[in-house]
């Protein structure tokens, strides 16, 4: 019986750093800022860094650091990547037999255009998780207290599959939807976020879920909430973050540290939350474990060198989180 099983996207990445990277505001982009370099020139690389990601393994990383029992499902290639992979998560104590190797597509690969301000542009190769499907899913085999879901590449049926048969199990759910599923709209994704116990946005995700205002965030928390059977939770990058259940609303900060690089912090505290819920069985201390995790990570290049260790905290400063009770 595992603590977790972390279903989604594993990953070859590769950071690239420089300070000819220049991130300038451009309003014709969704973000309001864009990455550029000038074309046909060469560019001068400070640092390069080989690791691996996906949501799925990362997750399964923070759940295996915090002591739980933890399992990755996902597509990877029969190649150097996959097998790296495979290495990595055996490193950490992750069992890696529910996962599926491709014989055709090679390991979804990321190239990460890291900026001086540790804003990054991510060129991304899709490979063999863009194939994963419920065929993949060693359904049977899938012994576990919770399942925490990343991005399945926009295949909302899958996905539907996957909340359907653990919610019938009664087996806990973590939603951490990719953006190719919240492009399908709530209409869609309601009667399956009902279902889950957690579901875990960004602000400008869960805005463009609710069609509430970006501005009005207290709103947003609350639609998201009631979006859940039990949990909803909004990030907010630098702001920090927001959950809330049927009762209150939570709200906890950041510990304000530079960022290195961005990569992977929102992995990092969605599994710290889910790790704080289960070791903690409060809001409050999934919230706390969350912001360090999160924190942590953004401090160092790739998404789990700054994953924290069950009890132990890079930071001095306990972060305080503060409950309203819902009206």
Request: glycine share 10%; hydrophobic share 40%; with cysteine.
């Amino acid at each position: 019986m595992f603590d977790v099983i972390t279903i989604g996207a594993a990953t070859r990445d590769v950071f690239l750093k420089s300070k000819n990277f220049k991130v300038e505001k451009n309003l014709k982009s969704p973000t309001k800022k864009a990455e550029w370099f000038p074309l046909g020139s060469k560019i001068d690389v400070e640092k390069i860094i080989f690791e691996t990601g996906g949501g799925a393994t990362n997750a399964a990383v923070t759940f295996a650091r915090q002591g739980l029992k933890s399992a990755v499902v996902a597509r990877i290639g029969d190649d150097p990547g996959g097998r790296i992979i495979i290495e990595n998560l055996e490193k950490e104590g992750i069992n890696t037999h529910l996962i599926k190797k491709d014989p055709e597509n090679y390991t979804a690969y990321s190239i990460i255009l890291v900026a001086e301000n540790g804003d990054r542009t991510i060129l991304v190769y899709r490979g063999a998780s863009a194939h994963f499907s419920e065929h993949d899913i060693p359904w049977e085999k899938l012994e576990t207290k919770w399942i925490f879901v990343t991005n399945l590449a926009g295949n909302v049926s899958l996905l539907k599959k996957i909340v359907d048969y653990f919610h019938d199990k009664y087996v806990k759910v973590a939603l951490v939807p990719g953006g190719a599923e919240l492009k399908k709209g709530s209409k869609i994704l309601g009667p399956i976020f009902s279902k889950a116990d957690v579901v875990i946005m960004n602000r400008e995700e869960a805005s463009g879920l609710t069609g509430i205002k970006y501005e009005d965030k207290e709103r947003i928390v609350k639609k998201t909430c009631l979006l859940t059977k039990h949990i909803g939770v909004v990030t907010d990058a630098a702001v920090g973050a927001t959950a809330c259940d049927s009762n209150h609303i939570y709200h906890i900060g950041t510990h304000g540290n530079e960022p290195v690089d961005r990569t992977g912090a929102g992995d990092a505290f969605a599994a710290g939350f889910i790790s704080g819920l289960i070791k903690y069985e409060s809001v409050e201390g999934a919230l706390e474990l969350a912001a360090d995790n999160a924190s942590s990570v953004v401090s160092y290049f790739g998404a789990k060198a700054g994953i924290i260790r069950d009890n132990k905290s890079p930071f001095k400063e306990k972060l305080r989180v503060h409950v309203t009770k819902i009206k």
